[in-house]
């Protein structure tokens, strides 16, 4: 089964730092021992964000690994969680998102930027916690997930 990183499931804007999630995933791609695939939604799409991520994914040797997904009606937004293996939040800055929510709900593994908006919650307790925006280290959280076989998410 060829496990399936799924970007955040929010609009192609900078503020979301997809690029980041792509040159991570990129990274982490060299180590995982079977094929892996990213998915970015890709509706809604602002500024050429769509443009200059496929042509990064291109650079990056990743381009046959990366998918994008169009139009989906709102109801069928929770399969869209649930069939993906893991989510992958990484925004600069965030409120409380309802998506990660979403992803909870479904059951969905969630590595996320550890934010100071999601401390005392059960983002906080039950996701993969990546302390700084560091590609690196979100390369590192994909990768030890992935090696785990998706079942150590929470930061040690």
Known sequence: MTPLFSCQIRA???LYNHQIILRAFAAAHQSFSHPA??????YHENDGVETDLRQ??????VSSSVFWVRDIEYDAMP????????VVNFPAMDAFPVSL????????????IALPSYRDTFIERHMR???SGSTD?????????FAGGGTEMRRN
Do not use: H, N, R
């Open 37 to 42: 695939v990213l998915v970015f939604k890709s």
């Open 56 to 61: 990064l994914a291109s650079s990056l040797g």
């Open 12 to 14: 192609l804007t900078p």
């Open 79 to 86: 399969g869209l969680y649930a069939f993906a293996d893991a």
């Open 137 to 145: 280290e979100l390369a590192t959280a994909m990768a030890i997930w």
């Open 129 to 131: 916690l990546v302390s």
């Open 101 to 112: 929510m979403e992803a909870a709900a479904c059951q969905t593994p969630v590595i996320t």
